[in-house]
C-alpha cells in the first residue's frame, strides 16, 4: 500500500525529494507505467529521460538476464568483453577516440573535468579555469554542483570549487570577453535540459568551437540528457555544427541501469593515463551490457529517425496547442526532449499534478517549463490523447 511506503520513506529516507508525488510505480508495460493500485499511466518522462526503449524491450531484459546468470562484475583490473564491445560502439556512434566508464552522470562530468585538468597539466600548462553556462545542470557532487550555472544550487555547500565562471547562454560576446588562454575547458548542454529546455543557437556552439581553439582551451559537450537518440540523433553535438573534444554521456544510455560515460577525441583522447582515473564499479559486465544493447539497438534500427518523425509531430502539436492557449508561451526543444514555457497564469507544477491524476506522467523544469521526455517508443495516438488531457487540464 502506497501509505505504508510513504511511511518508511518519511522515517528512513533523507528527505532530499521532499514531499514526493504520491505514486509509487511497480510495473512498466510498453510505455504505460502501473502504480500500486493498478491505474495505468503514459509515461512521457521515461525516468527523467533514461528508459528510451520503454519497458518491453525483451531482448533488452534477456541481455541483462543473461549477463546476471553469468558474471556480472570483475572489476577493471580486468579485461571486460561487453566494456570493449561497448567502447568501440560508441567510439563509431559518436566519432569519439576512447571511452570511460562511470556509474552516473555526475561522476562522468567528473571523470572530463578531471581530463580537462590533466590535459593542460600534461601540456606543462596548469590551467584550472572552466566556463559553463548559466541556467546549465551538470550534476550533484561538489565539483558539478559548482560547475552548474544555477546559484540556488550552491548556497549551503560553500566554498565550492572556485575556478567556475558562468556566461549567459547564447551571448557570444559575453564568452569572448570571458575566455582567455587561462580556461582550460567550456562545457555546455546543446540544450540546457534541467535548466529549461533552453536550446543553444548553431551560431553560439560553433562560437565555442572556434574560442576553444583560438585559446587551447577544451570544448565538453555535456549531452547526458540529449544524447544517445534522445534528439532523434546519436549526439545532438554535430547537428549545431560542432564536434567537443569531450563528450559525457549516461541517463538514456543505460536504459535504466545506471552508466555514464566521458568520450574524447584527438589530442584530449591521450590526457589521461595510469593512475590518473579509475572506478571499481563503472563499466562492469552488467552496465556494459545494458549499454552495449541500447546502443546496438539506437545504431541498427530506425528507432533514432522514429525520435525526429514523432518529436516533429509532438513538437507541432504542441504549437497548434500555443494558438489556442496564451498562457503557453514558447514551445521548447527538440526530437523526444520537447517542453512548454507556461506564464504567470499557469503554474507548470499544478499542470503537472493534474496531468498525474488523469494517468500522464510528466516532469518540470526551468522556471515553469512543463516537460516531455517520453520513451522513444511512444507514438502519435499516445501524444494525441496527452495533448486532449493538457486542452483539458489549461
Ligand atoms: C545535462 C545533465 N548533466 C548532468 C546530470 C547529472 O546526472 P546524474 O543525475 O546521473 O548524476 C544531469 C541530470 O539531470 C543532466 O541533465
Redesign the pocket.
Known amino acids: 500500500m502506497l501509505s505504508d511506503i510513504t511511511k518508511l520513506d518519511e522515517k528512513y529516507f533523507m528527505q532530499v525529494f521532499g514531499k514526493r508525488l504520491p505514486v509509487c510505480f511497480t510495473i512498466g508495460e510498453d510505455v504505460y507505467l502501473f502504480d500500486t493500485d493498478g491505474k495505468k499511466y503514459t509515461d512521457f518522462l521515461s525516468g527523467?529521460?533514461v528508459n528510451c526503449l520503454g519497458y518491453s524491450d525483451n531482448g533488452f531484459k534477456t541481455a541483462l538476464k543473461n549477463t546476471i546468470d553469468n558474471l556480472m562484475h570483475t572489476s577493471n583490473y580486468f579485461y571486460i568483453e561487453q566494456q570493449a564491445k561497448l567502447a568501440e560502439a560508441l567510439c563509431n556512434a559518436t566519432g569519439m577516440d576512447n571511452v570511460f566508464f562511470q556509474n552516473?552522470?555526475?561522476?562522468?562530468?567528473e571523470g572530463a573535468l578531471k581530463l580537462a585538468r590533466k590535459y593542460h597539466y600534461n601540456n606543462g600548462d596548469q590551467r584550472q579555469e572552466i566556463i559553463t553556462i548559466k541556467g546549465?545542470?551538470?550534476?550533484?557532487?561538489l565539483a558539478?554542483l559548482a560547475a552548474t550555472g544555477q546559484d540556488k544550487f550552491h548556497e549551503a555547500f560553500k566554498p565550492l570549487i572556485d575556478t567556475f565562471t558562468y556566461v549567459a547562454p547564447n551571448d557570444i560576446n559575453e564568452l569572448a570577453n570571458t575566455i582567455t588562454n587561462a580556461t582550460a575547458a567550456v562545457m555546455i548542454?546543446p540544450i540546457i535540459?534541467?535548466g529549461g529546455l533552453i536550446s543553444i543557437s548553431n551560431e553560439y556552439f560553433q562560437a565555442v568551437r572556434a574560442l576553444c581553439d583560438k585559446h587551447g582551451a577544451l570544448m565538453i559537450a555535456?549531452?547526458?540528457?540529449?544524447g544517445c537518440g534522445r534528439t532523434g540523433e546519436f549526439l545532438a553535438s554535430p547537428s549545431l555544427g560542432a564536434m567537443p573534444d569531450v563528450v559525457?554521456l549516461?541517463?538514456s544510455l543505460g536504459n535504466g541501469f545506471?552508466i555514464?560515460a566521458f568520450l574524447a577525441r584527438g589530442k584530449a583522447s591521450t590526457a589521461l593515463l595510469q593512475g590518473d582515473h579509475g572506478s571499481t564499479f563503472g563499466g562492469n559486465h552488467l552496465a556494459c551490457t545494458a549499454a552495449y544493447y541500447v546502443v546496438n539497438k539506437l545504431i541498427t534500427t530506425d528507432m533514432m529517425s522514429q525520435v525526429a518523425q514523432t518529436g516533429a509531430y509532438f513538437k507541432q502539436q504542441l504549437n497548434d496547442l500555443k494558438q489556442v492557449f496564451s498562457c503557453i508561451q514558447q514551445v521548447r526543444g527538440k526530437g523526444l526532449m520537447l517542453g512548454i514555457d507556461l506564464d504567470e497564469t499557469v503554474e507548470a507544477k499544478s499542470v503537472l499534478k493534474k496531468l498525474l491524476g488523469m494517468g500522464f506522467v510528466t516532469a518540470t523544469a526551468g522556471e515553469n517549463v512543463l516537460r516531455f521526455l517520453p520513451p522513444y517508443t511512444i507514438q502519435t495516438q499516445h501524444i494525441d490523447k496527452l495533448i486532449a488531457a493538457l486542452k483539458q487540464v489549461l
Do not use: N
Open positions: 527523467i529521460a552516473s552522470g555526475a561522476e562522468a562530468v546549465s545542470f551538470h550534476g550533484r557532487t558539478t548542454e535540459g534541467e555535456d549531452e547526458i540528457q540529449t559525457v549516461a541517463k545506471p555514464g
